[in-house]
């Protein structure tokens, strides 16, 4: 039996999948956080080797066994000294070198198109979009949390903390937002929440993340606030998508297919408004419902790689 691995790192969960060559799943694992920039490449080193021991061992098989494996590493690329020291890492822990790392966007566009030509847009704890055509990958966003990350949840999260800061000082009228946010943190008194995000949090990437649910609660009881976030959010995020179109050659009479990925768009409503976003462009687009998950498709894309040809999958995500 042929065995192929896929891992898809992000911000707030790493999921690793072995299927064999027809694409049926072997093993799975769930492990914490691989984006590295946060607690150091160590992280990154642990969350492997947790996952790669965890599938073999479910599987009964070694890691000398499997045929080949994708690492789809946040943040891969972003810091090109860093490259070198991330294959040694995935080289040792599997003990060959029938791999290959990348960045984790690529796990997203492949399950979520099931490999064919168009665009992946992701918004999760940071934000992106990758596409291919004719062979060609190009990637638009995904400048980390600290200036860009437009429209992710951790974007939407500082502007969350932004609106209700406002609504305390009385620069802005208090909507459901006010007091969501207070009880989210935990504060009664509002200047409380400096200490709690900034002290107790640390400011922390995934936390404040966790807080664009806040806003979308906000949303949905008519807070015209959080609405407002929400929208520009998926503006931003049509803008990804718009921009990678002309990157990747389409032309103005071609239909390109657009998936996403991420947990923004586990909300039927942040989806609806991307969609009318999209839209309003007037260019040619096909919104299509994710294929499979980011995780089947780290792991198709290792099939890939390894030369063997792709199933015909029915979607699974």
Same mark, same amino acid.
């Given at each position: 039996?042929?065995?192929?691995? $896929? &891992?898809?790192?992000?911000?707030?969960? +790493?999921?690793f999948?072995?299927?064999d060559?027809?694409?049926?799943?072997?093993?799975?694992?769930?492990?914490?956080?691989?984006?590295?920039?946060?607690?150091?490449?160590?992280?990154?080193?642990?969350?492997?080797?947790?996952?790669?021991?965890?599938?073999?061992q479910?599987?009964?098989? +070694?890691?000398?066994?499997?045929?080949?494996?994708?690492?789809?590493?946040?943040?891969?690329?972003?810091?090109?000294?860093?490259?070198?020291?991330?294959?040694?890492?995935? %080289?040792?822990?599997?003990?060959?070198?029938?791999y290959?790392?990348?960045?984790? &966007?690529?796990?997203?566009?492949?399950?979520?198109?099931?490999?064919?030509?168009g665009?992946?847009?992701?918004? $999760?704890t940071?934000?992106?979009?990758?596409g291919?055509?004719g062979?060609?990958?190009?990637?638009?966003?995904?400048?980390?949390?600290?200036?860009?990350?437009?429209?992710?949840?951790?974007?939407?999260?500082?502007a969350?903390?932004?609106a209700?800061?406002? &609504?305390?000082?009385?620069? &802005? =009228?208090?909507?459901?937002?006010?007091?969501?946010?207070?009880? %989210?943190?935990?504060?009664?008194?509002?200047?409380?929440?400096? $200490?709690? #995000?900034?002290?107790?949090?640390?400011?922390?990437r995934?936390?404040?993340?966790?807080?664009?649910?806040?806003?979308? =609660?906000?949303?949905d009881?008519?807070?015209?606030?959080?609405? %407002?976030?929400?929208?520009?959010?998926?503006?931003?995020?049509?803008?990804? #998508?718009?921009?990678?179109?002309?990157?990747?050659?389409?032309?103005?009479?071609e239909?390109?297919?657009?998936?996403?990925?991420?947990?923004?768009?586990?909300?039927?409503?942040?989806?609806? =408004?991307?969609?009318?976003?999209?839209?309003?462009?007037?260019?040619?687009?096909?919104?299509? +419902?994710?294929?499979?998950?980011?995780?089947?498709?780290?792991?198709?894309?290792?099939?890939?790689?390894?030369?063997?040809?792709?199933p015909?999958?029915?979607?699974?995500?």
């Open positions: 039996m042929s065995y192929y691995l $896929g &891992m898809d790192g992000g911000g707030t969960k +790493t999921a999948l072995l299927i060559g027809s694409g049926t799943p072997i093993a799975s694992s769930k492990q914490s956080s691989s984006y590295y920039f946060d607690e150091g490449i160590e992280l990154l080193e642990r969350v492997l080797r947790a996952g790669l021991a965890e599938v073999t479910v599987a009964s098989i +070694t890691p000398a066994e499997i045929d080949f494996a994708f690492f789809g590493v946040p943040g891969f690329g972003e810091a090109s000294g860093d490259v070198e020291r991330i294959d040694d890492i995935a %080289r040792k822990a599997l003990g060959h070198g029938r290959q790392c990348g960045n984790d &966007m690529i796990g997203g566009w492949a399950g979520s198109l099931g490999g064919e030509d665009i992946n847009v992701i918004a $999760g940071g934000s992106m979009a990758y291919e055509r062979g060609i990958g190009q990637r638009v966003g995904g400048w980390s949390e600290v200036f860009a990350d437009e429209g992710s949840a951790h974007w939407i999260g500082i969350g903390l932004n209700f800061s406002r &609504m305390a000082d009385g620069r &802005m =009228t208090k909507g459901p937002l006010y007091d969501l946010m207070r009880e %989210r943190v935990g504060v009664t008194h509002d200047l409380d929440l400096i $200490g709690v #995000v900034v002290s107790e949090w640390g400011a922390k995934t936390s404040i993340a966790d807080l664009a649910k806040v806003v979308m =609660t906000a949303a009881l008519g807070d015209p606030h959080a609405s %407002r976030i929400l929208l520009e959010a998926t503006e931003e995020l049509v803008e990804l #998508v718009v921009t990678l179109r002309g990157a990747l050659g389409f032309q103005p009479d239909i390109a297919k657009v998936s996403y990925s991420g947990g923004m768009f586990s909300a039927p409503s942040f989806l609806a =408004t991307f969609a009318a976003g999209l839209s309003r462009t007037g260019q040619g687009y096909q919104l299509v +419902t994710p294929h499979h998950t980011p995780d089947l498709g780290s792991a198709l894309y290792a099939l890939k790689l390894s030369g063997a040809n792709l015909l999958l029915p979607a699974t995500a």
